[in-house]
């Protein structure tokens, strides 16, 4: 017995401190009660858009200084960016993104959003969080508190980043541009999580490799020569053109790209003309194109432009009417989960809740991310972007029995739950945190 005695005790010295923390998930239980929930009501309530997240950044930075950490704000625009530093050892980043969307809420949730605001276009739109950011951002506080409270069980430095403008796919890059990595501690590696509303409560999605798509954001502006709609010989039409284009760039997936390459090109907006009777001079076609890997990405990019030029040639446009094609700045690359990182912390979350934990469903969609920023291949930055369900089991049991459909994301009716999806959430950055921070010799 002895002997036994002897042994149990080596192997709990062996373990991380994190792992005999047997309470961290009722400590992080205990505080949504006493102050993470009334903030994400107060956060649901009171969305805001890309690049206008001024009200949520200074909350976040409130919240984050009261953990002890030196906080910056602006970075990047609205962005705040928080470091937490505790003796020597690695530098890990954590993200959340904090903008909402321009939709109406009909989630029917008594905290639903009513809100509007004045986009950075200068139309006012109404505001939601439809993508659950208000998950994101209430969970980093609740792990940043959760550190705090524990730094006799890690060293190191954690940089918590609250990111703008991740709907728009601009907010990462325009902090790195205002050099988060030479302002600030660079990271040795980075994390971040996204709520799931088609993912079962009490559920974690970690795989390595792709976990994110590329997404790039184009506009197709085709020239026309305005005419009567009843002599149209007389003009060019660009609607004829442009649905030629639409039906065209179907074959760019079907034919330039690898059968067992993922690639999309969807057209989500086609205007042109005001009048019945009016030949318009001028369409304009706004696409989102996705792809996970590099080399498809430029084929995409590089098929559109071709397509769109040379069916302008072939309906006789003049070279200075052809079609114009315009990648925005709205884009990223793919999100790629380092595999000995990803490795590392899918065993630390097995550790922490169990093997079944996890959700190892395939991906349904391309999905973008511009967390890809933060890890690009030149940054040197492994990265682990893992997702948690949101939605309860027994909502998806009525779905499969014919009862209404679980929301999507980006859906006026979308919600999650949050007290399961928040402190799953921040108890699987934490024990990563304190495992991958653990001190030396442990």
Request: charged share 20%.
């Amino acid at each position: 017995m002895k002997h036994l005695l002897a042994l149990a005790a080596a192997l709990a010295a062996s373990q991380p401190a994190w792992a005999q923390d047997s309470d961290l998930g009722t400590a992080i239980a205990a505080d949504y009660d006493q102050k993470l929930e009334a903030l994400f009501i107060d956060f649901h309530k009171n969305p805001e858009l890309s690049y206008k997240e001024t009200r949520t950044a200074a909350i976040m930075a409130k919240e984050l200084r009261l953990t002890g950490a030196t906080v910056t704000e602006n970075v990047g625009g609205t962005g705040v960016v928080a470091v937490m530093k505790n003796g020597e050892g690695p530098t890990l980043l954590l993200r959340a993104d904090m903008d909402g969307l321009p939709l109406v809420e009909d989630s029917g949730l008594d905290y639903m959003s009513t809100v509007t605001q004045v986009s950075i276009d200068g139309q006012e739109k109404p505001v939601m969080h439809a993508c659950g950011h208000d998950v994101h951002i209430t969970s980093l506080i609740g792990t940043a508190r959760q550190l705090a409270d524990r730094k006799d069980q890690w060293s190191g430095t954690i940089v918590f980043i609250v990111q703008p403008a991740e709907e728009r796919i601009g907010g990462a890059k325009m902090m790195m541009d205002d050099g988060l990595y030479t302002r600030f501690p660079k990271p040795d590696f980075a994390m971040a999580f996204h709520v799931g509303s088609g993912m079962a409560t009490g559920k974690i999605g970690l795989n390595e490799g792709i976990s994110y798509s590329s997404v790039d954001t184009v506009d197709i502006i085709v020239h026309g020569v305005g005419a009567h709609g009843a002599s149209p010989h007389r003009g060019k039409d660009p609607i004829v053109m442009g649905s030629e284009i639409v039906m065209a760039l179907q074959t760019i997936v079907t034919r330039d790209i690898a059968p067992l390459k993922p690639a999309i090109i969807t057209v989500g907006s086609f205007h042109s003309g005001f009048k019945h009777n009016i030949i318009s001079d001028k369409a304009v076609l706004q696409l989102t194109v996705r792809s996970d890997d590099a080399d498809t990405r430029q084929k995409l990019l590089d098929g559109i432009k071709r397509v769109s030029v040379n069916i302008g040639r072939m309906n006789g446009l003049p070279e200075d009417k052809l079609p114009e094609v315009k990648v925005s700045h709205e884009n990223t690359p793919a999100v790629y989960n380092d595999a000995a990182l990803t490795q590392r912390v899918r065993g630390i979350f097995a550790t922490q809740f169990g093997s079944d934990i996890f959700d190892d469903s395939p991906r349904e969609g391309m999905g973008g991310e511009d967390f890809a920023y933060f890890v690009a291949p030149n940054s040197d930055v492994p990265g682990v972007y893992f997702n948690v369900g949101g939605t309860a089991q027994a909502d998806f049991d009525r779905e499969k029995a014919g009862g209404a459909p679980v929301p999507s994301h980006h859906s006026p009716f979308f919600k999650v739950e949050p007290r399961e999806s928040v402190t799953l959430g921040t108890e699987a950055m934490v024990a990563a945190t304190l495992d991958l921070l653990a001190p030396k010799g442990e």
